[in-house]
């Protein structure tokens, strides 16, 4: 059973166009951090959301945590080719904040 | 500022074969990681340890594979005998002082066993 549901798993688009991705569970986390994955690397944190509703924006991305804090959403506006990636949520859970990982969404922007 | 190290960076080997990943962490970070994200999937811990102490093993398959951060620095994790379902990236990551703290993940080994 995955605990964090992303979706949707891939995404190919052409440059310019606007996206959305999202991290769902049943589960309450303490805080949720969305990163980027490019092939031959470790992930890198985008974003770390603690507080329920809260919205955080990096540049082109906007990052909203659920009011329940059991989910959230990342928004991409005018995707550019250097966004494509692995985009992984995670959520800290338990006293250890341990993090749980979703499966990730493939992104592919296209020139 | 240096980045987490890694080596090897690629493995193959076959099965019941033994294999070691070695880290270093980022100088100064007390927490170290150790993630096996299979092809697919999100990166899973493995193991967190807090200076040289384990924090958490939970999801360490115990019976073949074992983990150590002597003088709570560098890490190695070994797997005896490997499987089939063992090739995945073998990520290592640290952070200053616990996992309340970002964590910066080093590049990766990918296992490949045959």
């Known amino acids: 059973t995955q605990l964090l549901e992303q979706s949707p798993q891939f995404l190919s688009i052409q440059e310019g166009e606007n996206l959305t991705v999202y991290c769902n569970s049943s589960?309450?986390?303490?805080?949720l951090q969305w990163y980027r994955q490019e092939p031959g690397e470790g992930p890198v944190l985008l974003v770390t959301v603690v507080t329920g509703g809260e919205v955080k924006k990096l540049k082109r991305l906007t990052f909203q945590f659920g009011d329940a804090r059991k989910d959230s959403s990342l928004h991409i506006t005018a995707a550019q080719p250097g966004d494509t990636g692995l985009y992984l949520c995670?959520?800290?859970?338990?006293?250890?904040?341990?993090?749980?990982f979703g499966k990730g969404m493939k992104l592919t922007v296209n020139p | 500022e240096a980045g987490v190290a890694q080596s090897p960076r690629y493995k193959i080997i076959e099965k019941r074969q033994s294999v070691a990943f070695w880290c270093n962490p980022i100088?100064?970070?007390?927490?170290l990681y150790w993630y096996q994200q299979i092809l697919g999937q999100g990166p899973k811990l493995l193991i967190q340890?807090?200076?040289?102490?384990?924090?958490?093993d939970s999801q360490l398959p115990k019976d073949r594979f074992s983990a150590e951060r002597l003088k709570g620095v560098d890490s190695t994790l070994k797997i005896q005998p490997a499987k089939l379902e063992d090739s995945a990236v073998y990520l290592c990551?640290?952070?200053?002082?616990?996992?309340?703290?970002?964590?910066?993940f080093g590049p990766g080994t990918r296992l490949t066993v045959l």
């Open positions: 990551a640290s952070s200053l002082y616990s996992s309340y703290n970002e964590q910066f």
């Open positions: 995670a959520g800290a859970q338990g006293g250890s904040e341990k993090l749980v």
């Open positions: 340890f807090q200076n040289n102490g384990v924090v958490d």
């Open positions: 589960s309450v986390f303490s805080s």
């Open positions: 100088s100064g970070h007390a927490t």
